[in-house]
């Protein structure tokens, strides 16, 4: 239980960090906005493929 708080508590504070630095974090979600447009693409293109 304690191992538990201690990581829930080291997560708070990394999310903390990150919340002192936006453009780091603006940057981590272009970059997930980037990788799930990728991903949509490439479950387009296999679609596209399998109905061809």
């Given amino acids: 239980m304690e191992k538990v708080q201690y ?4 997560a ?3 999310a903390s960090t990150l919340e002192v630095n936006p453009q780091a974090r603006q940057r981590l979600q272009e970059l997930f906005v980037n990788f799930c ?3 949509i693409c490439l479950l387009l293109i296999c679609i596209i493929v399998m109905l061809l």
């Fill in 7 to 10: 990581i829930t508590r080291s």
């Fill in 12 to 14: 708070l504070r990394r």
């Fill in 37 to 39: 447009l990728i991903l």
